[in-house]
């Protein structure tokens, strides 16, 4: 039996007896303990199970490029970032693009706009396209309902691709959902939002109007947070592969 079928069986038995992701937290235990961390492994991990709540901060600030994979510098690097998130809070107060009343989801987005040059300029999400097309493909009919209501242009596409689900999803849920993101797949957000259509086809498809619809979308129960991410995160495999990494 070779390694990588030995901990497959492994991490089968370990989901039947209740424990599953002890294999995976192991495997993420050891690439955290390299010297220089392998960001491309860490990516894959990522995008293939859900990060364990106490490495997940970690993890996200080294892809997101926060901290560098040497751990010896992370505290020093991590002063230096503390004052530059000051430094640009500061900018944007004094050139008036945020104040003290600014929802924080906001102030994240036009700092990332000033760091990389594109404020104040509109972002543009292919995303709504990327939409439409694997609705169309899972439920043709749902989305000719859309499209009679006039409601696939009024969907909530900031609350979905622009915030990436926060407000809509509770914190556990969008945290599955922002392990992909940060990894390096923001696809994953087309998928999460087609499951909520398909998951609420009945509740939608008896809503006539785009008002009512948007409505909906925009507070949907919390309650089937859970299955509809992991929903979500079959369908993304099932229509982009599964991830994996050059050795």
């Not at 230096?80 to 107060?93: E, I, N, P, T």
């Not at 008036?96 to 760091?115: I, K, N, W």
């Not at 914190?171 to 957000?189: A, F, T």
Request: proline letters at 5%.
């Amino acid at each position: 039996m070779t390694e990588d079928s030995q901990r497959n069986f492994r991490s089968v038995y370990y989901e039947k007896v209740g424990f599953r992701g002890v294999e995976e937290k192991k495997s993420l235990e050891i690439l955290l303990k390299d010297d220089r961390l392998d960001t491309e492994k860490l990516c894959t991990f990522s995008q293939r199970f859900p990060l364990p709540s106490m490495y997940r901060a970690l993890v996200w600030k080294v892809l997101l490029g926060i901290l560098p994979p040497h751990h010896e510098s992370h505290a020093k690097v991590m002063t230096y970032r503390k004052d530059q998130y000051s430094d640009v809070l500061h900018a944007l107060k004094v050139i008036r693009f945020v104040s003290d009343a600014t929802p924080q989801v906001e102030v994240y987005l036009r700092m990332y706009q000033l760091e990389s040059g594109k404020l104040p300029r509109s972002p543009s999400f292919p995303l709504p396209k990327a939409f439409e097309q694997y609705l169309n493909l899972e439920d043709s009919r749902l989305l000719s309902h859309l499209k009679t209501c006039s409601a696939v242009s009024k969907l909530p596409y900031d609350l979905w691709f622009k915030r990436c689900f926060a407000g809509c999803l509770p914190e556990s849920s969008l945290q599955r959902v922002w392990d992909k993101v940060v990894s390096g797949s923001c696809k994953i957000l087309v998928f999460v939002a087609v499951e909520i259509l398909l998951t609420f086809k009945i509740k939608v498809m008896a809503l006539n109007s785009a008002e009512k619809i948007t409505k909906f979308l925009e507070n949907i129960p919390q309650d089937s947070s859970d299955a509809i991410v992991s929903k979500a995160i079959d369908l993304w495999h099932k229509h982009c592969g599964t991830p994996v990494h050059s050795a």
